[in-house]
């Protein structure tokens, strides 16, 4: 499973990094990076709670 960040969508909301910090983060310019994009089953529920949570849909699973 694959989590894939739609850039020019994301506004930094920071929500996702709430949700999984151990997949992603914010940089010190509020942009996200994406820590892991490959995900294992162990972290599937918080790579999908990430996307959910996500209020612009900038993020989603492939």
Do not use: S
Not at 7 to 31: I, K, N, V, Y
Not at 42 to 50: F, Q, R
């Amino acid at each position: 499973m694959k989590i894939v960040l739609d850039r020019p969508r994301c506004e930094g909301h920071g929500l996702c990094e709430e949700a999984a910090p151990q997949l992603m983060h914010l940089d010190d310019d509020g942009e996200l990076v994406l820590d892991r994009e490959e995900v294992d089953e162990a972290d599937a529920a918080l790579a999908n709670a990430a996307v959910r949570v996500c209020p612009v849909a900038a993020l989603r699973i492939a």
